[in-house]
């Protein structure tokens, strides 16, 4: 088997990638213009004739084309990501996420490949005040906020993406897999872009003052990189888990203030928690949802998932990837 990854040297696509190398005979392509992506995470497979690096931007037809029709699936992972890269380069973000997904779904079909896209629980916007606040459910209705707001540029994008995914199944019969995933973290994640875990172990580490954005009331859930890599390979593999969208994560759920004490405490640090108000730290235009917790029955009846690591162990391999 001949696999490609899309954002490759990410996050997550360098641990999809170190897996499936594990797993035996397939040869995994990946592609990324390490924007974001990093050589470093991917430094381990160099020597490995199964393994192999192209970096460059899937916005360029001529080589993504060579590498869907070689590759027999594609792990469509790359995107802008992160707070902060949204807020201060909407333009890069709408068009790496809605041109690069609708680059990736034209050569796909072309050829008939299997496809998995990620996309993100930023799809579901936000609750009001006052309204049901339950876990969320892969139907539940979107409520996004003014396009006025930046902060909801990535949302609409992401969710762009699964329609036009959703399109290709339903009218071209292109094999589509759609995972939401909510917010994933484990070693190789950087705290550049705004990922909160590693910006709070980071800070305590080194004992500086760890900064919990509006009244750290709002609520997350959290998991583990190897769970979410383990979602990812067994739908890729499920026939029955074409044209479905299941969300990925941990109902395990904490509030952003709980959080920073959990990683003080764990890290043994003398670091204060200070609370700043969105607009001092992202500018006018950016809002945030109060809770963003999954509701994975549907992946629990699917695959009988449940998540091997909890919250105080995904927060301990952050901390010893730090302290290395």
Request: aromatic share 8%; with cysteine; net charge negative.
């Amino acid at each position: 088997m001949k696999i490609l990854i899309t954002g490759g040297a990410g996050f997550i696509g360098s641990h999809l990638a170190d897996r499936l190398l594990e797993n035996g005979d397939d040869e995994v392509f990946i592609v990324d213009d390490l924007s974001t992506g990093r050589l470093a995470n991917v430094e381990q497979n160099q020597d490995n004739e199964r393994f192999h690096l192209v970096v460059d931007t899937i916005l360029n037809e001529a080589v993504m084309n060579e590498l869907v029709f070689k590759c027999d699936q594609i792990y469509h992972m790359a995107a802008a990501v992160g707070v902060k890269l949204i807020m201060n380069r909407p333009v890069e973000t709408l068009e790496t996420n809605v041109k690069g997904t609708e680059m990736i779904l034209m050569l796909a079909n072309r050829y008939k490949k299997r496809v998995l896209i990620a996309s993100s629980s930023e799809v579901y916007g936000k609750i009001m005040d006052g309204e049901n606040t339950s876990l969320l459910v892969e139907d539940t209705d979107r409520l996004m906020g003014s396009t006025t707001k930046r902060r909801w540029a990535y949302a609409c994008s992401k969710a762009l993406d699964e329609f036009l995914a959703l399109a290709y199944f339903e009218e071209k019969k292109l094999p589509v897999i759609i995972t939401r995933l909510f917010n994933t973290v484990g070693p190789r994640q950087t705290g550049q872009y705004g990922m909160v875990i590693p910006n709070f172990v980071q800070k305590a580490l080194i004992n500086k003052p760890i900064t919990v954005y509006g009244d750290g009331n709002q609520s997350r859930s959290f998991t583990y990189i190897a769970d979410v890599i383990d979602v990812l390979i067994k739908l890729m593999a499920e026939p029955e888990a074409v044209g479905k969208i299941f969300n990925v994560g941990n109902e395990e759920e904490v509030t952003i203030k709980d959080l920073a004490l959990m990683v003080k405490e764990m890290t043994g640090s003398s670091s204060e928690i200070e609370y700043i108000p969105y607009e001092k730290a992202y500018g006018p235009g950016y809002e945030d949802m109060q809770r963003r917790c999954p509701d994975i029955t549907r992946l629990k009846d699917f695959m009988h998932f449940k998540p091997k690591t909890d919250l105080k162990g995904t927060i301990q391999s952050v901390i010893d990837y730090y302290k290395k």
